[in-house]
T-cell receptor
Framework: AQKITQTQPGMFVQEKEAVTLDCTYDTSDQSYGLFWYKQPSSGEMIFLIYQGSYDEQNATEGRYSLNFQKARKSANLVISASQLGDSAMYFCAMREQPRGNQFYFGTGTSLTVIP | ETGVTQTPRHLVMGMTNKKSLKCEQHLGHNAMYWYKQSAKKPLELMFVYNFKEQTENNSVPSRFSPECPNSSHLFLHLHTLQPEDSALYLC????????????????FGPGTRLTVT
């Protein structure tokens, strides 16, 4: 079974609007971490935000926030006030504590910001 | 240099060639990773090293041979590759697994775009 599922291959958003990128995960572990990465066309993966399985509050980093719904096993990324530079691939990832060196990535969502 | 660096950035090689990819991290991390990224596929984890010891090998063909001489350097030796091996190869580093260590994110290099002809 897929550990990380991203069901939106491509998304479009108007500049200055907010957008939500979906991510669901599958794990039976109690302790795990969820991550979002951005990959511009240059290829480098850029870390955006982290959510721990025991964190009670949703993580926020500037214009990025993570909508964490543990019971539903979802960790959606919300980008507020989209900018043209936000156009990129976005990947959701998970790290399970018992297997701490293993990161699982989704297939990614391509976000295009329209001026 | 800061962060994670990879050389070369682009590589074209024939199926009979031997080449090596190099990765270096300047972050004081103890875990390093090789990933393969092909179009429309999830990142494929190839190898993981923790404190220079290989801890993961995800059924990677023997034509890919990793080497980790120390916690800061990681190599991927390539020989007799196939055209389907053409992809972006990403190196990453992180803090290794410690108690409560699921919070440590990976830092990635810019990747090597490999084309096998």
């Amino acid at each position: 079974a897929q550990k990380i599922t991203q069901t939106q291959p491509g998304m479009f958003v108007q500049e200055k609007e907010a957008v939500t990128l979906d991510c669901t995960y599958d794990t039976s572990d109690q302790s795990y971490g969820l991550f979002w990465y951005k990959q511009p066309s240059s290829g480098e993966m850029i870390f955006l935000i982290y959510q721990g399985s025991y964190d009670e509050q949703n993580a926020t980093e500037g214009r990025y926030s993570l909508n964490f719904q543990k019971a539903r096993k979802s960790a959606n990324l919300v980008i507020s006030a989209s900018q043209l530079g936000d156009s990129a691939m976005y990947f959701c990832a998970m790290r399970e504590q018992p297997r701490g060196n293993q990161f699982y990535f989704g297939t990614g969502t391509s976000l295009t910001v329209i001026p | 240099e800061t962060g994670v660096t990879q050389t070369p950035r682009h590589l074209v090689m024939g199926m009979t060639n031997k080449k090596s990819l190099k990765c270096e991290q300047h972050l004081g991390h103890n875990a390093m990773y090789w990933y393969k990224q092909s179009a429309k596929k999830p990142l494929e984890l190839m190898f993981v090293y923790n404190f220079k010891e290989q801890t993961e090998n995800n059924s990677v063909p023997s034509r890919f041979s990793p080497e980790c001489p120390n916690s800061s350097h990681l190599f991927l030796h390539l020989h007799t590759l196939q055209p389907e091996d053409s992809a972006l190869y990403l190196c990453a580093s992180s803090q290794g697994p410690v108690a409560g260590g699921s919070s440590y994110e990976q830092y990635f290099g810019p990747g090597t775009r490999l084309t096998v002809t």
